[in-house]
């Protein structure tokens, strides 16, 4: 079996690089105290520098994200849906009433009704 990696919270490694270039503890020092390899903590110090230490959106909220776009979009459909049937609805009452209100040559059969 492997060996188990260790987590480091950023918070953790941005005092250690801090500590390490302000001089108050070489790195050498920091790796034998903390029990962690040089190269490890001196990758640390590379990523500060770059600003690749920074804290990322966590797998929680990643899926949070991707769970609130998924709602926003079926949330568009719905909208889009109603706003459709509203349409559908306008133009059946619009055509009802136009063709019940008034006796035109089209709708004239409807209302001839048999001689008794």
């Known amino acids: 079996m492997g060996k188990q ?3 480091f919270e950023v918070g953790f490694k941005k005092q250690l690089v801090a500590e390490i ?3 108050r503890m070489t790195l050498s020092a920091a790796a034998r105290q903390h029990q962690i390899s040089a190269s490890v903590i001196k990758r640390w110090c590379d990523q500060s520098r770059h600003g690749g230490l920074e804290t990322g959106p966590s797998v929680r909220e990643k899926a949070l994200e991707r769970e609130n776009r998924e709602l926003k979009e ?13 349409k559908m609805e306008d133009y059946a009452r619009r055509r ?15 209302f001839r009704k048999g001689a008794k």
């Open 96 to 110: 009802k009433s136009a063709t019940t209100s008034v006796i035109t040559s089209q709708n004239l059969d409807q």
């Open 5 to 7: 990696r260790r987590k």
């Open 74 to 86: 079926r949330l568009a459909e719905l909208y889009v849906q109603v706003e459709h049937l509203k």
């Open 21 to 23: 270039e302000l001089g």
